[in-house]
């Protein structure tokens, strides 16, 4: 059944602004504008546009590129004496406001992993080793080929799953495998022995070996580890990093395939790539995205409208704005489950 005007207009504002809906809004409601998918584009660009829209990547990409995590995590000062708050702030603006500007810019979606640009102010660029862009505030800054830049190079999530002293990148690998791949991983067996930090002179590679060594352990590490040892070229608050405790650092890695040993890479710069043009990667963020501006978890009558949107998206650029367009205009979002009386 088709939802009110009213009501609609509210999941829309929630979705788009994280708040109620604004006199146009409700003056689109009340004109019965809302029931054309016409009246919901328009609505939808206009709302993109507005400043409001930072509600969406607050909302929904705090959650995603993990900066609603990153602000509780303690990095240890005396392992990282360079990490300060004026660090942490930049990081988070980066993540959301890249976000924010592929809501608006109309590049694919995939661009995200390759992108000509990033979000960087004095202290963050210093931090990546960039040319600073002489400003406090965080600025659109383009970046030439081979420049630090993209989704997967940014701080916040590397920071974000780290141990307090050190990567992590169990936590890494795992992020990447539910965010970006929407990879299911099984549960860790009862009575699991716990990880264990390296050993002195150790480096985490070969503390993971060892720990996937153990056939209890394998069933999991095996997923999880590959990826996240491939990002071991940044340390626990995303510096970039060419030594572990005083050896050379090994960046080779491996994401899930159609091959027990999955598809190799070699640093970020390689994962990347593949994931620019890996369609999980489009697939998972509609996902994830779908699932928030419904406010619930797929059923299986949404089934048929997401495979819907996965069709449309390609005829509309595959950008995000038009992601967020084809949900809003789905039936999922404009119906209620509930039957007509």
């Known amino acids: 059944a088709p939802l009110d005007d009213h009501v609609l207009a509210s999941r829309l504002s929630y979705f788009l602004w994280s708040s109620m809906p604004d006199d146009e809004l409700f003056a689109a409601a009340a004109d019965g504008s809302l029931r054309s998918e016409d009246g919901l584009r328009e609505q939808v660009a206009r709302m993109l546009a507005d400043v409001k829209a930072t509600g969406l990547r607050r909302g929904f990409a705090s959650q995603w590129l993990g900066t609603r995590a990153l602000a509780l995590h303690t990095p240890d000062p005396v392992t990282f004496p360079g990490f300060d708050e004026p660090l942490r702030a930049a990081m988070i603006a980066e993540a959301e406001l890249f976000f924010g500007d592929f809501m608006v810019n109309g590049k694919p979606i995939g661009d995200m992993m390759t992108p000509d640009f990033a979000y960087l102010n004095d202290r963050l660029a210093q931090h990546y080793h960039l040319p600073l862009p002489g400003t406090a505030t965080p600025t659109r800054t383009p970046l030439a080929d081979g420049s630090r830049r993209g989704l997967l190079m940014q701080a ?35 009575d699991i022995p716990p990880l264990m930090p390296p050993a002195e002179g150790q480096t985490q590679r070969e503390m993971l070996a060892q ?17 996240g040892l491939g990002l071991e070229g940044y340390d626990g608050v995303g510096a970039e990093r060419d030594l ?33 043009d890996d369609p999980r990667f489009v697939e998972c963020l509609t996902n994830k995205l779908f699932t928030y501006a419904l406010g619930r978890q797929k059923k299986l009558p949404d089934v048929p409208h997401r495979k819907a949107i996965d069709a449309a998206l390609p005829e509309v650029g595959g950008t995000l704005d038009g992601l967020i367009e084809l949900i809003v205009t789905s039936p999922a979002f404009r119906m209620t489950s509930e039957k007509a009386q």
């Not at 999530?157 to 929407?182: D, F, H, K, Y």
């Not at 720990?211 to 990826?227: E, F, S, Y």
């Open 156 to 190: 916040a999530w590397l920071t974000a799953n780290s141990a307090s002293n050190r990567t992590s990148p169990v936590a890494r690998g795992r992020w990447i495998l539910e965010q970006i791949l929407c990879t299911p991983i099984p549960p860790p067996p009862p």
């Open 211 to 227: 720990h996937r060594a153990n056939p209890v352990c394998a069933g999991c590490h095996d997923l999880l580890d590959p990826a």
């Open 244 to 276: 572990e405790n005083g050896r050379p650092v090994d960046v080779s890695g491996a994401l899930p395939g159609s091959t027990p040993e999955g598809t190799p890479f070699s640093g970020s710069g390689e994962l990347a790539a593949l994931l620019e």
